[in-house]
């Protein structure tokens, strides 16, 4: 069982640690000193579907939350996705429907309310992030938002395109590979 | 200047640090009364500053808010404080004419913050059409920073809390999500970079909103503050004896509040409103996150407008010159068993 001692904390604190806490953990035991920070992590374990138990002694309340079969299930699906380009156009079939649809997607990445964690782009999904692209404003507007923008510098090289880089940073095979490992979902576009 | 985070100074912040309602309540109900029949509006039903009747056109609005520093940029925190405390007036229908500053501030701290901080005030107060006149301050461990506000108004035209009537129409005229959104920026959590927008909504006056107002029917307006949305709208419909219901999805609010409330960035005076609030209100198919900003402390937040259903949109459309953010967001029915519904 993991600890954390948040006394003398105010929220979001320690309901920030506990969660972050619930990423690597099954069970947290997390004492606080002030009662709004206990319900606030007792509200979580109702959002979150954990189970809670709260016990307290004077000022200090120790609440231990442990995840059940279907959280943990929940937690994992929940997990940032990222969105793989590997083309300058999407789909296959006319090429000038598949700008105006790239156009469409980036943009609507930007409206949603979950935006992506990473955006990769490899082989001709390099062309977006480079010079005379049509999605830059997009693009950087999605990386203002800390949405990370990661191009393949192999596949930067093979088309020339390595001093024409406009947003983002480049990247590796190495990279490539664990940001796919890691994310709960990955879209490939 | 140093680089002093001036936050980091203080445990609670903004209108966060306000006592909770229901404890005030029930403090405030041991105080001795002074009947007098010229006090227009006092604390009996919770509003959002004291007016006393000077002649039959002429009445005074009295009102004092301060608190310690929500933000780290003490010119910031300066404007933020003063146009919260100017707030009170407008949200009684009245104008600011006088103020006075109201500051704590600790001995070894350079005297160039306090500078700020107090013309970022000064500055509140111009805008206002105000005079400053004064002030009084005190050694303080915590930095804290307010104002005291005089202002006019007719007594015929006083804007209280109470006064809403079944089929009128609530409009706000901010976004709400300002209490989640510096939480996160003070914890460095402030992923998307909300906190201008957040910062620009606290700087606003409401005086302008309350100038729309004018030649309109209004029946009862209160500002947004330290009892969330749902703390102010209950004292509304407490006082005004009407029930509202409030469409959540019409509701505006700083869009990435609600993805921090996803992500448990929440606060403890939104979880002491909550508990305020209580059983008065159902939720019907309101997300967590949602329901969470309809609970978030405001510092500075917008007025809530009781009006007849008539002039809804006429007003609407004033208030949007200055207040593009401001919304029809629900509206007031007769008195039922729950006080307010959250659809």
Redesign the interface.
């Known amino acids: 069982m993991y600890k954390i001692d948040a006394k003398g904390l ?4 320690p ?2 640690l506990a ?1 972050k806490a619930l990423v690597q953990h099954d069970i947290i035991y997390i004492e606080v000193d ?1 009662s ?2 206990k ?2 992590l007792e ?2 374990a109702v ?1 979150m579907g954990l189970e809670s138990e709260t016990k307290s002694e004077g000022n200090i309340y120790a609440i231990t939350l442990s995840k059940t079969e279907s959280t943990k299930l929940e937690t994992e699906k929940s997990e940032a996705y990222i969105i793989v380009i590997n083309r300058e156009f999407m789909g296959s079939g006319s090429e000038e429907l598949g700008n105006a649809l790239m156009k469409s997607f980036i943009y609507t990445v930007t409206e949603t ?2 935006p992506p964690k990473t955006i990769l782009f490899y082989n001709g999904g390099v062309k977006l992030t480079t010079k005379g692209s049509q999605v830059l404003g997009d693009l950087e507007k999605l990386s ?3 949405v990370e923008i990661l191009s393949c510098g192999t596949c930067l090289n093979y088309y020339g395109l390595s001093d024409a880089l406009e947003v983002g940073e480049i990247t590796n095979m190495y990279e490539i590979l664990k940001r796919q490992q890691e994310a709960g979902k990955v879209l490939y576009v | 200047m140093s680089d002093i985070k001036l936050t980091s100074l203080c445990t609670t912040g903004g209108c966060g640090a306000k006592i909770e309602a229901g404890k005030l309540k029930s403090v405030i109900q041991e105080l001795p009364v002074n009947q007098d029949e010229r006090l227009l509006v006092g604390f009996d039903y919770a509003d959002d500053a004291g007016i006393y009747q000077l002649t039959d056109e002429l009445a005074m609005i009295q009102t004092l808010d301060f608190f310690p520093p929500i933000v780290d940029d003490p010119y910031l925190f300066g404007q933020i404080a003063a146009a919260n405390a100017l707030s009170d007036v407008y949200a009684m229908g009245g104008t600011v004419k006088t103020a006075m500053n109201i500051v704590g501030f600790p001995e070894d701290l350079d005297d160039d913050i306090l500078g700020k901080i107090l013309l970022g005030g000064a500055m509140k107060v111009k805008e206002a059409g105000g005079v400053l006149c004064g002030g009084h301050s005190i050694k303080d461990a915590e930095p804290k920073y307010g104002l005291s506000v005089t202002g006019i108004v007719h007594p015929e035209k006083i804007l209280a809390n109470s006064g809403a009537r079944p089929g009128d129409v609530l409009i706000l005229t901010k976004k709400l999500g300002v209490g989640i959104v510096t939480a996160a920026a003070n914890s460095e959590l402030d992923t998307q970079n909300a906190f201008e927008e957040a910062a620009a909504s606290m700087t606003l006056l409401n005086r302008y909103a309350c100038e729309s107002m004018n030649g309109f029917k209004i029946h009862a307006c209160t500002d947004i503050t330290g009892f969330g949305f749902l703390g102010h709208l209950l004292e509304m419909v407490t006082a005004s004896e009407t029930s509202a219901i409030i469409y959540h999805e019409q509701v505006p609010y700083i869009k990435a509040a609600i993805s921090y409330a996803k992500e448990f960035i929440i606060t403890c005076a939104a979880q002491r409103n909550r508990k305020y609030v209580g059983a008065n209100v159902a939720f019907t198919d309101v997300a967590f996150a949602y329901q969470e900003v309809l609970f978030d402390p405001q510092t500075s937040g917008g007025l809530l407008i009781s009006c007849e259903a008539k002039d809804a949109l006429a007003l609407l459309e004033k208030l949007k010159v200055k207040n593009p953010d401001a919304r029809i967001v629900g509206q007031m029915t007769a008195k039922s068993e729950k006080l307010m519904t959250v659809i």
């Open positions: 105010v929220c979001p604190k309901v920030i969660k002030n709004a920070s319900e606030n509200k979580m959002v309310e979950e203002q938002n800390n």
